[in-house]
């Protein structure tokens, strides 16, 4: 890696995360348990509140994975996801030989539309086919809208699964992200707020659903002297090393997510005084962001033609690097023959915007040049 490349959102370490490493090493506890792992797990607990348990394990998709199957969802059955999100949200649906049914985004905070997730699940339910679970994300540090997504899962009585793998330290009315759903889930991937490597959690409302998924994670080995095993089990547990880094994490991240929403504000005043640029930003005082990543969205009519596209490959030019936002999964070819309902309101945010580095380890410097760059683009 080029130490001059600006990075959308690159691993800060705080400093201690070597310490809990080292007594790992220390005491030889580098097996997927150890005190690392059941620290880590009541940091989490204590940080998020609301009497929630949390089981470290291997990544966010490795626990999404899991809270289906704790939900009973088998083959063909139908699990209604938010179409704008990353692949890691869907993909255990189809592990599970279930179908991913697909919702649309509405504009304010970029998540699934209440209006088109009620019509799905009427339409799907007059099919004989009502969804075993609705996953909502938190996209980009934003919270969905909890309360609307909330009621209508509970008056079909569909349990909701919270993807929080984007918002740990967010809010939505004072009670964080990542305690909402009937089961949550968490990512410690290395682009994430704060990171454990690789790494996710699961997050339940009782100790018994944590036990389960524990059990799940650790091959399902049941309680025998041998190796027995009378349910299908997977290598999901998370390792005391890593959950040693995510110990040290815990310790910054509040600082961490004061250092990103720094950097949204910077581009709040980056992009006041130029016409057609949107930042992407709480609706109210409801909603508080962690922005683990700032994003825009660019009117080229306003802009005289200067659109996301241009602005990527132009700061790509001077080693600064942006991405789209992410591409719908209703749009992606492996998801071609999935039901969606609703307009095209996640296909023009991904259409017209733009992820913009958002790191809380970005320098004085960095933050010039990003200036300096987006500046010369837009001709200001």
Not at 250 to 264: P, Q, Y
Request: hydrophobic share 40%; proline share 4%; aromatic share 8%.
């Amino acid at each position: 890696m080029s130490n001059s490349k600006i990075w959308l959102s690159s691993p800060h370490m705080g400093g201690n995360e070597q310490k809990y490493v080292q007594e790992a090493f220390d005491t030889n506890w580098v097996a997927p348990l150890g005190p690392n792992v059941n620290g880590f797990e009541k940091d989490l607990e204590n940080y998020l509140g609301e009497n929630i348990h949390v089981g470290a394990l291997s990544s966010g998709t490795a626990a999404l994975h899991l809270a289906l199957i704790l939900l009973g969802v088998k083959s063909g059955d139908e699990v209604i996801c938010q179409s704008m999100t990353f692949s890691a949200s869907a993909n255990p649906i189809v592990y599970l030989g279930a179908k991913p049914i697909y919702i649309d985004s509405e504009s304010e905070t970029w998540n699934m539309c209440p209006v088109a997730l009620e019509t799905a699940i009427q339409d799907r339910i007059a099919h004989g086919k009502k969804p075993k679970a609705i996953i909502g994300v938190h996209l980009y540090g934003m919270a969905f809208k909890v309360d609307e997504i909330k009621a209508i899962a509970n008056k079909h009585e569909i349990p909701l699964i919270e993807d929080s793998a984007e918002a740990l330290g967010s809010t939505y009315k004072g009670r964080k992200c990542g305690t909402f759903g009937d089961l949550s889930i968490l990512s410690f991937n290395g682009n994430k707020i704060i990171t454990t490597s690789g790494g996710g959690a699961i997050v339940t409302k009782t100790l018994e659903q944590k036990s389960k998924a524990v059990f799940l994670s650790t091959q399902a080995r049941d309680n025998a002297p041998h190796y027995q095993h009378s349910e299908i089990g997977y290598n999901y547990r998370m390792s005391n090393i890593c959950a040693g880094i995510g110990r040290g994490q815990m310790e910054v991240l509040d600082k961490h997510i004061g250092l990103r929403r720094a950097m949204h504000e910077f581009y709040v005043g980056l992009f006041k005084n130029i016409p057609g640029v949107t930042v992407f930003s709480e609706p109210n005082s409801d909603y508080f962001s962690n922005h683990w990543l700032t994003c825009i969205v660019i009117d080229a009519a306003k802009t005289n033609g200067v659109n996301s596209e241009k602005v990527r490959l132009a700061l790509e030019l001077v080693n600064i690097e942006c991405r789209p936002l992410w591409k719908p999964m209703h749009l992606q070819p492996v998801f071609k023959d999935c039901l969606y309902f609703g307009n095209a309101v996640a296909e023009n945010l991904f259409t017209n915007g733009l992820c913009l580095p958002s790191g809380s380890n970005l320098s004085e410097n960095d933050r010039d040049s990003i200036s300096n760059a987006i500046q010369s683009v837009f001709g200001v």
